[in-house]
């Protein structure tokens, strides 16, 4: 039974996205070459752990950090690598070997970090390539100085030369305004309300005050010019009654 138009259109779709999903599948490079990533998990150092270290990586000086990349079998060959380092930036390889140009190496500055690395191809169909070893820096890398470390003391001087300073003014000060209460009269502070005294005499200091001077207490609370009027006021009195009894004797 002969096979219509229709059926054969109907055939050929299934087999013209095969081939074009082989196109796809093909190099993408017309000359044969592919590129393929790195096997092993980013970012590295040449010091990671689980990195193998050798001593020496080709003609890389012992000043830089070396990196031996390799491709497995022996069918595929570099064409192409491309690497960044964290300091360094992308570098691109296009010279391999020795022995082979299934190896490939590359220097970078001590303790860089390396962030990324794809290789174009040709031969084969491996699907990554891999670091075979490093040879870490013999150099010394010198610490950052540090900036903080003389800071505290600029801030701790100027504190403790303030509060050094503060202490005299303030517990000098009460003690020369106590010590120097006198009254312009040269009668001490202290003289009690509503009994007023002359001039000069002196009255009882207030209790807990300190005397500057004055006259002593004698333990009365009467001023001493009524004391004294008062006996003044007793003799004249008894002047008076004694001239008054010897002029009634001389009567009688």
Request: glycine share 12%.
């Given at each position: 039974m002969p096979i219509s138009p229709k059926r054969w259109a109907v055939a050929a779709v299934?087999?013209?996205?095969?081939?074009?999903?082989a196109?796809?599948?093909?190099?993408?490079f017309a000359d044969g070459s592919y590129t393929i990533p790195i096997?092993?998990?980013?970012?590295?150092?040449?010091?990671?752990?689980?990195?193998?270290?050798?001593?020496?990586?080709?003609?890389?000086?012992?000043?830089?950090?070396?990196?031996?990349?390799?491709?497995?079998?022996?069918?595929?060959?570099?064409?192409?690598?491309?690497?960044?380092?964290?300091p360094g930036g992308e570098k691109t390889v296009t010279v391999f070997g020795p022995p082979t140009d299934k190896h490939a190496y590359v220097a970078s500055e001590p303790g860089a970090k390396l962030t990324a690395a794809s290789a174009k191809v040709t031969g084969g169909s491996v699907e990554w390539f891999n670091l075979s070893h490093t040879c870490?820096?013999?150099?010394?890398?010198?610490?950052?100085?540090?900036?903080?470390?003389?800071?505290?003391s600029p801030s701790g001087s100027p504190s403790s030369s303030?509060?050094?300073?503060?202490?005299?003014?303030?517990?000098?000060?009460?003690?020369?305004?106590?010590?120097?209460?006198?009254?312009?009269?040269?009668?001490?502070?202290?003289?009690?309300?509503?009994?007023?005294?002359?001039?000069?005499s002196a009255s009882a200091p207030?209790?807990?005050?300190?005397?500057?001077?004055?006259?002593?207490?004698?333990?009365?609370?009467?001023?001493?010019?009524?004391?004294?009027?008062m006996a003044a006021a007793l003799v004249g009195a008894g002047a008076f009654l004694v001239v008054r009894r010897r002029r009634a004797g001389a009567e009688g």
């Open positions: 299934p087999a013209a996205a095969s081939l074009l999903l196109a796809g599948a093909a190099p993408a096997h092993q998990k980013l970012p590295l150092t040449a010091t990671s752990q689980g990195v193998e270290n050798q001593k020496k990586c080709a003609d890389i000086p012992s000043s830089q950090d070396g990196w031996h990349f390799v491709l497995p079998g022996n069918s595929t060959t570099f064409v192409e690598l491309k690497v960044t380092f964290e870490p820096s013999s150099a010394t890398v010198s610490p950052s100085p540090s900036v903080s470390s003389g800071a505290p303030a509060s050094a300073s503060s202490s005299p003014s303030s517990s000098a000060s009460p003690s020369a305004s106590a010590s120097s209460s006198v009254s312009p009269s040269g009668t001490p502070s202290g003289t009690p309300s509503g009994s007023p005294a002359p001039s000069g207030a209790t807990g005050g300190t005397t500057g001077g004055g006259l002593a207490n004698t333990g009365s609370d009467a001023p001493v010019g009524l004391i004294a009027g």
